[in-house]
């Protein structure tokens, strides 16, 4: 295998547009998402269409030891990631105080936990070589408080802040991580986080072109790049740092409640 990518959440909407992408530059891939015969479909259609090898790794990276897991089997078979998108992730509509603790937790070591520990173990190795991009796929929702998502907006302030400060660290090493920022999407997002009948979902963006921003990003070394706005949310993240903040805490209340 050669010049590969390790995708996270390589099933999902945003992270099929990545395979594809990165099989198009005839790039290898390691795809990694929990179910294995989603992932075993996806392998046998990229490796034919693209004539590019693929391995899987179907992982529950909510547990506590998936990326060492994942590290160390990649390390044994000696396959070299040159390029770690760590795009998987979820959301999840409701108050803090009415979601289980289980739902939460499990979104903080998804989105946070093991994003950082893939981001640790790989960066040394790509420092180490002098080569290798990271792709880490945050949210509109970092650059603000989410009532009714306010676990996920936080993981997401996290995943912004972090990458950025790395990025600014990696200077002269010939390594980059990008952050995307990507705005509400038609993926399997909004079902899997139960956001179907919200404002915020009314009119999502296909991911084709949110994934291409990203990648072409990364490629580039861009420190943040912010893709597939609604034109209401465009005005609306626009105006948003002018608001009083509790005005724009209802409106997020707002745009995230299920409607009636
Ligand atoms: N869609 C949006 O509106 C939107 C907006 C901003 C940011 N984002 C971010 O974009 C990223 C990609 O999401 P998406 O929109 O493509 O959602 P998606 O269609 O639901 O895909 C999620 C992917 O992550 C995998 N996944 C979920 N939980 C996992 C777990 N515990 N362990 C391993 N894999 C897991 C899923 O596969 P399995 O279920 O088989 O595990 C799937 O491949 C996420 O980080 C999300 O926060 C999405």
Known sequence: MKNIALITGATGGLGQEFVKLHA???GDLVLVAREQEALNKLKEKVEKEYSVEAYT???????ADAAERIYNELKEKDIVIEYLLNNAGFGGQGDFFTRTMEQDMSMIAVNVVTLTKLTKLFLPDMIKR???RVLNTSSTAAMMPG????VYYATKAFVTSMGNSIWQELKGTGITLTTLMPGAMSTGFAKAGGLQ?????????EPAAVAKAGYEGMLKGKLNVVSGLTFVQRIFMSMAPLLPKKMMLKQVYDMQTIKK
């Open 24 to 26: 198009q530059r005839k």
């Open 57 to 63: 790794i179907a992982v529950d990276l909510s547990q």
């Open 130 to 132: 002098g080569s290798g």
């Open 147 to 150: 009532p009714r998502q306010a």
């Open 197 to 205: 009948n919200t404002p915020l979902f009314a009119h999502p963006v």
